[in-house]
């Protein structure tokens, strides 16, 4: 089962769409075909995401291994015991040392081979940790395969839940299946979670309905590295995942959260994309409360949301965040169904 979008690697929409739906890989290029003329019949505003999203996945998903073997894991180091990998999927945090590795999310399972050899190189000692910053296959995915040899999986109570019970998707009209008990985590914490290992202090901290219900920030205290997960991101618009309980209000809450442990040398491990620092947090915070307030004011106003849209609110941000994954009328969406 074809678990992930090739074509939108870094992106959390196809473990949605491939744990939901196994069968779509899987079917004869035909029956492809004929699904999505079924659904150009029916399209419609909402749904034309959706069908977006198949068109650009399916054809990637035919050459599924080709794609896996072109992926090559960098190593990013940021200092002597913390690095941070790059692959396909969220950005890997790594702290090693003479005591075992720690993790910070693990991508997709395809990857899992490269990601081992990669740890090779930093260090000889065993893995010990993984801490999944939420549910996401992009962030989770490895789990399985990489605590086979002992490694104990920790996360929220809310990521445990998410992926070992089914729930649907109303943004993607299905259900998102559960994921083989290999994959849960073993240890689970519902406000936070500290660890000591190689002289290192790790904070693991619950923000409460953000990009999920069940997102941590690490943060490697003694460092000042801080690992953000899909809490704060750099491809644009962030995914708000409405369906599992994330909120437009819980996001700036984890950007002032960030904010309230960092300072200005603390360097920050976004969920995907590059290193970055508080002045990063702080335009994407701006940018999360002025889009907010000005949905806000739409809803409010008694528009309906396709009213609101056509009058194109976010134009203003449209050049500086909008992208290929959330675009400026999809963030609209995703903000005005978790504001009253
Ligand atoms: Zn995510």
Redo the contacts with the bound molecule.
């Keep these: 089962m074809a678990k992930v979008c090739h074509y939108l690697p870094d992106y959390?929409i196809a473990p949605l769409i491939f744990h939901a739906s196994p069968t779509f890989s899987s079917l004869p290029k035909v029956h492809i075909i004929t699904y999505l003329s079924a659904s150009i019949v029916r399209l419609t505003k909402k749904t034309m995401y959706r069908l977006v999203i198949y068109l650009l996945c399916f054809p990637f998903a035919l050459s599924a291994q080709t794609a896996w073997d072109s992926v090559t894991i960098k190593t990013k180091p940021v200092n002597e015991r913390i690095s941070y990998l790059e692959g396909r999927g969220?950005n890997i945090g790594v702290l090693h040392g003479p005591e075992g590795i720690m993790l910070i999310d693990d991508q997709y399972a395809q990857l899992s081979e490269k990601i081992k050899a990669a740890l090779t190189t930093l260090s000889s000692s065993p893995l010990r940790f993984i801490v999944n910053t939420?549910y996401?296959g992009?962030?989770t995915g490895g789990n399985e395969n990489l605590s086979s040899d002992g490694a104990v999986i920790v996360a929220h109570h809310n990521v445990r839940q998410r992926l070992s019970t089914p729930f649907y998707s109303t943004m993607w009209e299905r259900d998102v299946e559960a994921v083989p008990a290999a994959n849960w985590p073993v240890i689970t914490f519902s406000d936070n979670i500290t660890f000591f290992l190689n002289g290192e202090e790790v904070q693991a901290t619950y923000l409460k309905n953000a990009?999920?219900d069940g997102d941590a920030l690490v943060y490697f205290k003694t460092s000042n590295i801080l690992h953000a997960?899909?809490a704060f991101v750099r491809y644009g618009y962030p995914?708000i995942?409405v369906s599992a309980g994330g909120t437009i209000d819980g996001f700036i809450a984890a950007q002032e959260k960030i904010l309230s442990i960092a300072d200005q040398n603390t360097q920050i491990i976004p969920?995907h994309g590059q290193l970055s620092g508080i002045a990063d947090v702080q335009e994407l915070l701006k940018m999360l409360r002025e889009t907010r307030d000005i949905v806000a004011r739409l809803k409010a106003s008694g528009q309906t949301l396709d009213e609101a849209l056509s009058a194109n609110p976010l134009a203003a941000y449209h050049a500086r965040w909008s992208g290929s994954f959330i675009n400026s009328d999809l963030f609209v969406r995703l903000i005005w169904q978790t504001i009253p």
Excluded: A, E
Aim: hydrophobic share 10%.
């Design positions: 959390h969220g939420h996401h992009d962030h990009h999920t997960g899909d995914f995942d969920g």
